[in-house]
């Protein structure tokens, strides 16, 4: 058994004098959107590589950048020590040869590397294979145990049902049925149609797209008296606006129904948000955030990420934004934007760029959300309402092409750091935060209150425990096992992982081990 600890951030570089060159010409061999990426790579191994090794490995004159590293582990530590440098050890400073900003980059990339969460690859299609074994970890021990193997392999959402099965979205597929044996249904027949063209973009070819694919699934907090189930989804027409009529192509935007399964079929649907038709985009659903949670008040809150940069600030644009409604699709008076003219009134919180996970805090009456950052700056946030979250205005990450995230002037809007709310959480590098749950198992009593994280690209679960509104401490339960796309926690206690794999996805549960 292996206890496991994620460490996102090195120190203790050592680099060398050597001449410092500024772009290469394989750099323009790959896509011009990464070339902050590859910029920084060429950076190290052309001035950092034969001491410290192409792969952090180390060499005869330098130290190893793997492992437990001596001078900090965040991200301005390692700034600092390219920055500033060790005389003493044969490190010199490099704060009149590179810029800042380079300086960053060159930083992200030893952390990304250290982190294997580099941006060659976003893992989809690293081997998953769920260990045999149990994991050894702070506070609990564990295993994984299987449940489904055999699902579609871009599998979205769970939701428990009191009766201990589960429900399951497949994003081009529909709804199943999960029994608490681990049998599948047929798909739900009668739900909003899931379409299955993927498409790719040539600049990150193992990110699969789509446009009009189901995200999330939930239950009503009064299930068992009302039976209500709420589907969010990508809502695709064609011919529906002036811009698909000119283009003769589909355009989507998130959308919220409600409905009822009988027998296998899906009844009784009702839409409970749905955009203005002006809102409806050409851009593919891999950034629309999709994630629904009811709080305790009988309000759901769901996000929508942004579309493009130009409405994420614009309280009359949906994207970029969580949502607030009741539960019959009526906006609550207490709404922060309620009485303005001009705006989406469910506005709760915006500038977000791609939020991934949502979740009540139910004991505290709080609300949580996760979401991707660019080229670092994912994020945790405690979403208040009316506040702003800074895309694009400003990010602890940077662009793919290098730069900071500062396009305030490019849009026309004046801004204050203060105006900001900054994350309670950063993680840096990207793992590709994804969804995440704040226990109360009683199978893991010293689990409970904290938040556990599950990541995309890292392949890992995080508990993260947060106190007084305040990151205290993060450990990884696991890494590198695979893709985790959901996590949900059911009526008894029982936490299970779906796993998204283009061998096709799992669902896992986590057993206690006493």
């Known amino acids: ?94 704060d009149d040869i590179f810029s800042p900003v380079q300086i960053q980059s060159l930083a992200m990339y030893v952390l990304e590397t250290r982190a294997n969460v580099g941006y060659v690859t976003s893992n989809y299609d690293a081997p998953l294979s769920i260990p045999e074994g149990e994991f050894e970890t702070e506070l609990h021990d564990f295993r994984l145990e299987t449940l489904v193997d055999d699902l579609d392999p871009l599998p979205f959402s769970l939701a428990p049902l009191p009766d201990g099965s589960l429900l399951v979205t497949e994003k081009t597929k529909g709804v199943r049925i999960i029994s608490s044996a681990g049998d599948k249904s047929e798909l739900v027949m009668g739900t909003p149609q899931a ?72 009844t009784d649907e009702e839409v409970i948000w749905q955009a203005n038709f002006e809102h409806y985009s050409f851009a593919g659903d891999v950034g629309a955030g999709g994630r629904a949670v009811f709080d305790d008040r009988g309000h ?15 309280l009359s644009i949906p994207w970029g934004k969580i949502h607030r409604i009741n539960d019959d699709g009526t906006i609550p008076q207490d709404n922060p934007f309620v009485g303005q003219d001009d705006v989406y009134q469910s506005i709760y919180t915006y500038g977000h760029r791609s939020p991934q996970g949502l979740e009540f805090d139910r004991l505290w009456g ?106 205290v401490a993060l450990e990884t339960l696991f890494e590198g096992i695979g893709r985790v796309r959901d996590i949900e926690q059911t009526f008894n206690g029982d936490i299970y992982l779906l796993f998204e794999h283009n061998t096709g996805g799992k669902i896992v549960k986590l057993v206690s081990v006493k």
């Open 195 to 266: 379409y299955d063209d993927i498409y790719q973009m040539e600049s990150r070819i193992d990110i699969e797209r789509g446009m009009g694919w189901l995200f999330d699934i939930l239950v009503h907090p009064n299930y068992q008296e009302n039976g209500w189930i709420y589907l969010y989804h990508g809502h695709r027409c064609e011919g529906c606006t002036e811009l698909s009529r000119e283009r003769e192509r589909p355009v989507s935007m998130n959308r919220l129904v409600r409905g009822r399964i009988d027998k296998g079929q899906w």
């Open 300 to 314: 759901v809150y769901f996000s929508v990420g942004a579309k493009d940069r130009q409405g994420v600030q614009d």
């Open 366 to 471: 709080e609300l949580w959300g996760s979401e991707h950052g660019p080229r670092g700056g994912d994020e945790i946030n405690l979403l208040l309402p009316g506040r702003n979250y800074g895309w694009p205005l400003y990010s602890l990450g940077l662009e793919y092409d290098g730069t900071p995230v500062e396009y305030g002037r490019e849009l026309g809007v004046e801004f204050e750091l203060s105006d900001i709310e900054q994350p309670v959480v950063d993680l840096t590098p990207s793992p590709a935060v994804s969804s995440f749950i704040i226990s109360d198992s009683d199978q893991f009593p010293e689990w409970k209150g904290d938040y556990l994280v599950g990541s995309l690209k890292a392949r890992s679960l995080f508990r993260v425990k947060i106190e007084d509104n305040q990151f």
């Open 1 to 94: 058994m292996n206890k496991t600890h994620l460490r996102y951030t090195c120190s203790c570089l050592l680099l060398p004098a050597a001449l410092i060159t500024g772009t290469s010409a394989s750099a323009q061999q790959e896509p011009v959107a990464y070339s902050g990426v590859t910029e920084s790579r060429l950076m190290f191994q052309e001035n950092c590589a034969a001491c410290h090794g192409e792969d952090l490995e180390g060499a005869v004159q330098g130290t190893p950048l793997r492992g437990e590293l001596a001078h900090g582990e965040s991200m301005g530590d390692v700034i600092a020590s390219i920055t500033n440098g060790y005389i003493d050890s044969g490190m010199p400073s490099w």
